[in-house]
């Protein structure tokens, strides 16, 4: 994943929980760190990044009226009922892809999951820069046995009712549109983590975006959860459930990554390739100990969000692997029959007011295996914490 985060903790996986050993961007004590900006790099960006801007407005987000309270009750609430629905016995094939997605607009329905021919977004009844997933049924997690998978079993079947998603993880420049208001906590320039080695930290604080003045288009980084709710609802909307997020990134189709089965590539996504293993050498850091393949993507630190128009899923979004690891609503809780001895911070806890760990979706552009591509991945992260590798999508009902 992100070179800092799902790294391998200093002291090693510890056994029986392979998975929870790994650290949402922030942690680098021995795997690869991330590439920083500001750094100058052996690779030129890449020719073909272009930010595709949203389709046509449909709908103003002032219009949608959506309350977040209830929205996120309704939305938390679906999200703990489907997770504690012991679905595990039910080997079933997932739900046609084709009861996934439907226009309201009347507009055709998206193409087969082509791998690479972008898809064309579905506003349907959602506002500029959404797509529309109508819902429906799919394997949410996973059941291959890959250690860094581990906090991913077992998968088990899901149900979500329509809504709306980001095609893009959200800009610097989206962000600064909320934070220059006064609307929102400017993000912030260093970065931070519950493990943070204060080495490291330096080290990593280069990589936040709002330092620079000329990353408008890369996604916003080093946020807290708190951060990125509170600038979805200033737009009407809400984090993602991490139903929502497996949903819009995997469909019903059982697909092993967001764009197919396809094994991810310098050009599917913004991960770890030999630009990864170059910037590291440049800032004398421990070699990675993998490459997510031995190509160079030429972005050893975030790219502008849609750089990578062959990674995009069936319905259109893009990035939702790589990049930057993304926020979502959900305070962590292990899957029902997951054999990881984790506490579940979804649970009330005995204090309150005590932060709770949000479970933090996708990768980064530090991530080195494909098994970080894999939709079903997740890792707990402080909800305080405003690390270089996580960034985030917003999500809203549909009106
Ligand atoms: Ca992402």
């Known amino acids: 994943m992100s070179g800092t985060d799902l790294e391998p903790s200093n002291e090693g996986p510890e056994e029986g929980h392979p998975t929870l050993d790994f650290h949402p961007p922030g942690d680098h004590g021995s795997l690869p760190p991330p590439p920083a900006f500001g750094t100058v790099l052996d690779a030129p960006p890449p020719p073909s990044a272009p930010y595709r801007p949203p389709p046509a407005r449909r709908t103003p987000w002032a219009a949608i009226g959506f309350g977040f309270v209830g929205m996120a009750g309704v939305g938390g609430a679906v999200a703990f009922?489907?997770?504690?629905?012991?679905?595990?016995?039910?080997?079933?094939?997932?739900?046609?892809?084709?009861?996934?997605?439907?226009?309201?607009?009347?507009?055709?329905?998206?193409?087969?999951?082509?791998?690479?021919?972008?898809?064309?977004?579905?506003?349907?009844?959602?506002?500029?820069?959404?797509?529309?997933?109508?819902?429906?049924?799919?394997?949410?997690?996973?059941?291959?046995?890959?250690?860094?998978?581990?906090?991913?079993?077992?998968?088990?079947?899901?149900?979500?009712?329509?809504?709306?998603?980001?095609?893009?993880?959200?800009?610097?420049?989206?962000?600064?549109?909320?934070?220059?208001?006064?609307?929102?906590?400017?993000?912030?320039?260093?970065?931070?983590?519950?493990?943070?080695?204060?080495?490291?930290?330096?080290?990593?604080?280069e990589l936040c975006n709002?330092?620079?003045?000329?990353?408008?288009?890369?996604?916003?980084?080093?946020?807290?959860?708190?951060?990125?709710?509170?600038?979805?609802?200033?737009?009407?909307?809400?984090?993602?459930?991490?139903?929502?997020?497996?949903?819009?990134?995997?469909?019903?189709?059982?697909?092993?990554?967001?764009?197919?089965d396809t094994v991810p590539g310098p050009t599917h996504m913004n991960g770890c390739g030999a630009e990864c293993r170059t910037w590291r050498a440049a800032k004398a850091l421990p070699e990675t100990p993998a490459m997510l393949h031995d190509a160079s993507d030429k972005f050893p630190g975030t790219a502008p969000v849609g750089s990578f128009p062959e990674g995009q899923t069936q319905w259109g979004m893009h990035d939702v692997a790589g990049n930057v690891f993304e926020w979502t609503t959900d305070a962590y809780r292990p899957y029902p029959g997951a054999d990881v001895d984790e506490p579940a911070d979804a649970d009330e806890?005995?204090?309150?007011?005590?932060?709770?760990?949000?479970?933090?979706?996708?990768?980064?552009?530090?991530?080195?295996?494909?098994?970080?591509?894999?939709?079903?991945?997740?890792?707990?992260?402080?909800?305080?914490?405003?690390?270089?590798?996580?960034?985030?999508r917003c999500a809203s009902g549909v009106q």
């Open 210 to 260: 709002e330092r620079y003045d000329d990353r408008g288009q890369h996604p916003i980084n080093c946020v807290t959860w708190q951060q990125a709710q509170h600038y979805c609802q200033w737009r009407g909307g809400r984090l993602p459930t991490e139903a929502e997020w497996e949903f819009a990134a995997r469909g019903s189709d059982g697909r092993v990554y967001p764009w197919g």
């Open 81 to 205: 009922t489907l997770l504690t629905d012991p679905d595990t016995e039910i080997p079933a094939p997932p739900e046609p892809a084709a009861a996934v997605v439907a226009s309201t607009a009347g507009a055709p329905p998206p193409p087969a999951a082509p791998e690479t021919i972008p898809a064309v977004p579905d506003l349907g009844p959602c506002p500029e820069g959404m797509v529309h997933l109508a819902g429906g049924k799919f394997f949410m997690g996973t059941d291959r046995d890959v250690p860094l998978l581990a906090a991913a079993h077992p998968a088990h079947q899901v149900e979500v009712d329509a809504y709306c998603i980001d095609i893009h993880e959200v800009s610097v420049d989206q962000y600064r549109g909320c934070s220059t208001k006064g609307e929102c906590k400017r993000a912030y320039r260093t970065s931070q983590w519950p493990r943070a080695q204060p080495e490291h930290t330096e080290a990593y604080s």
């Open 349 to 392: 806890p005995p204090d309150p007011e005590a932060p709770k760990r949000r479970v933090i979706r996708g990768g980064a552009f530090n991530s080195f295996a494909p098994d970080h591509a894999d939709p079903a991945l997740r890792f707990p992260q402080d909800e305080q914490a405003h690390t270089h590798g996580i960034g985030f």
